[in-house]
């Protein structure tokens, strides 16, 4: 058995920020077990490319829900990485904070230190905006965040106007003074590369003795003496290896595989784990259950006018964007399709925005669930808008199917559950319409292809809605951080309820969802896990 001093399960966004910042001082060994392989990969270096990785055999867990009651009983396509970088590797990059309410509310909840003072300071120290620093962003850090101005579609232009047409201000940073607004995306890339967390954090990091990264190592179970966590077992193809953590194991593999590996392991809701054959080594009821996600509803439209369709779709378009990005790192593959988007109150008088837009200068037919035509799309001009709710009411839930280890979990998003979110979302569709229907973006719509101009009464839009509206994947919430064991699963210093050695530090932790895109927000917790960390051990 192999023995460190800190076992780190996943090379996720979180879990590359704590290799890279508990190996800094020199004074620590660290080793990090990541069930995928290598980022080293011209689909995921290639910012675009997320359309190929979104449902890659390998670079991917393709994990598909359980029938969703209030999606028609309709099962909904999960992806999560598989690679160093985790889902920073291939998601769609656009950078989000939040709102300073939203940690409010974490510290609130009796989460002590996670509070904006807490956490707002951690964004700008880890993030190199390319932009430049001022009050609200940082300069130097790791995490290259750069502004996409002068790059986007013209397509963008005429959907901000049109926003600003029905009310909603126009915003140059939804990272800045407000969120609140319509703008364009800012994006983890440098120089046409994508920045996840393996390049910007891990890699740097695995020029150091201290650290060792294995890949392609799949975790089975956490090693208890006692009631504290002393290494790990893990297999590699068919041969079982032990680690051992003379401080500690901490969780970094995700909202779907930090519970299900706990509940693996005997931490869990004791009649779930012994009715699967799974000793209790400590009964937490919390493990798994609080699933949060943002459930989104697009609008398609077929245009007038060229959009990103006409120059992806024929082979020369292909050709061409290929030799501009391979020779200068610019144009649309150094991009993300989510070009713009932005926050708005779907009731004035709410105190915060709780909506948030896309924008997409394409459209492509989602024919089998997870496919992402983005270099495919479709042959006529055509754009998306979307919507989705920031602080949705719904709450489901990841639990082990089996005692096997290599068994996919049981996910159930449980998606419009409460009545709020489907009010919400039917809010959020009106608007789409609005923004359609302004300004010079109303020029050049040729005709709504879905749910179509037909689909206009409430009803016909809610029956829209639970037969189209699909995860934007922003899993979190399964190992939630609180004070209380009786539903919470970790403290606010991250420990695991009643067990010692033991952390978990991903998105899983977050007792509500963040407002928007929650990779920032997941790499912070990473970061701030670290100071805590290094706070207890020196």
């Known amino acids: 058995m192999d023995s460190y001093d800190f076992v780190i399960v996943g090379a996720g966004s979180a879990g590359c920020v704590l290799a890279n910042r508990l190996t800094e001082s020199g004074r620590h060994r660290v080793l990090v077990l990541e069930a995928g392989g290598s980022d080293r990969n011209f689909w995921v270096r290639m910012p675009i490319g997320y359309g190929k990785t979104f449902h890659h055999p390998t670079l991917n867990w393709r994990y598909v829900s359980e029938p969703v009651p209030g999606l028609g009983d309709r099962e909904t396509y999960w992806p999560r990485g598989k690679v160093l970088g985790g889902s920073s590797a291939i998601n769609a990059m656009v950078f989000i904070r939040g709102q300073r309410e939203d940690y409010e509310s974490w510290e609130a909840s009796g989460n002590p230190g996670w509070g904006w003072r807490g956490v707002g300071d951690i964004f ?63 994006i983890t890339t440098r120089n046409g590369f994508r920045a996840s967390s393996a390049s910007a954090f891990l890699r740097p990091a695995m ?54 590996l706990l509940q693996l392991s005997g931490v869990g809701a004791g009649t779930l784990l012994q009715s699967r054959g799974v000793a209790v080594v400590q009964a ?89 035509q983005l270099m495919l799309p479709d042959q006529e001009p055509g754009f998306l808008l ?58 050049i719509i040729e005709r709504e292809l879905w749910p179509g101009p037909e689909v206009v009464a409430r009803a016909a839009l809610e029956a829209d809605l639970r037969a189209r509206a699909g995860s934007v ?55 701030k896990a670290a100071d805590l960390i290094l706070a207890d051990h020196g």
């Not at 005429?158 to 003074?177: H, S, T, Y």
């Not at 003496?225 to 500690?248: K, P, T």
């Not at 049981?410 to 789409?432: T, W």
């Open 284 to 372: 937490l009821a919390g493990v798994g259950e609080n699933l949060q996600d943002h459930l989104c509803i697009d609008h398609v439209y077929r245009a007038n006018r060229p959009t990103l369709n006409s120059v992806l779709r024929p082979w020369w378009g292909r050709l061409a964007v290929g030799l501009r990005y391979v020779l200068t790192r610019t144009g649309p593959l150094s991009l993300s399709v989510n070009q713009a988007g932005g926050f708005f109150r779907s009731d004035p008088s709410r105190p915060r925005p709780n909506m948030q837009l896309y924008f997409s200068p394409l459209s492509y037919t989602r024919t089998t669930p997870g496919k992402r």
């Open 207 to 260: 020029r150091r003795p201290n650290l060792r990264v294995v890949t392609h190592a799949h975790v089975t179970r956490i090693l208890f003496e006692g009631r504290r966590a002393g290494g790990v077992e893990y297999r590699i193809g068919d041969r079982i290896h032990r680690a051992s953590a003379g401080r500690e194991v901490i969780l970094s593999a995700g909202a779907v595989s930090s519970p299900h």
């Open 473 to 527: 994947f922003h899993a979190s919430g399964t190992c939630r951080m609180g004070p209380d064991p009786a539903r919470d699963v970790v403290d606010a210093r991250l420990r695991v309820h009643g067990l010692g050695g033991l952390r978990v530090v991903d998105a899983s932790i977050f007792p509500l969802l963040p407002s928007g895109n929650i990779n920032g927000p997941a790499m912070m917790t990473g970061w």
């Open 386 to 443: 979307g919507v989705s709710n920031c602080h949705p009411k719904s709450r489901g839930h990841v639990r082990l199917r089996s005692s096997d280890p290599f068994a996919a979990p049981s996910i159930q998003p449980n998606y419009l559950a409460e009545r709020a979110d489907v009010d919400e979302l039917l809010d959020g569709a009106v608007m789409l319409r609005r923004i359609a229907a302004a300004g010079h973006l109303a020029e």
């Open 124 to 186: 700008r120290r880890m993030e190199d905006n390319l932009a430049g620093e001022d009050e609200h962003r940082g300069r130097g850090g790791p995490l290259a965040v750069t502004g996409i101005a002068g790059s986007e579609h013209p397509t963008c232009d005429a959907f901000i106007a049109a926003c600003e047409a029905v009310g909603i201000p126009r915003n140059a940073d939804f990272n800045g003074a407000t969120q609140e607004g319509a703008g364009l995306y800012q």
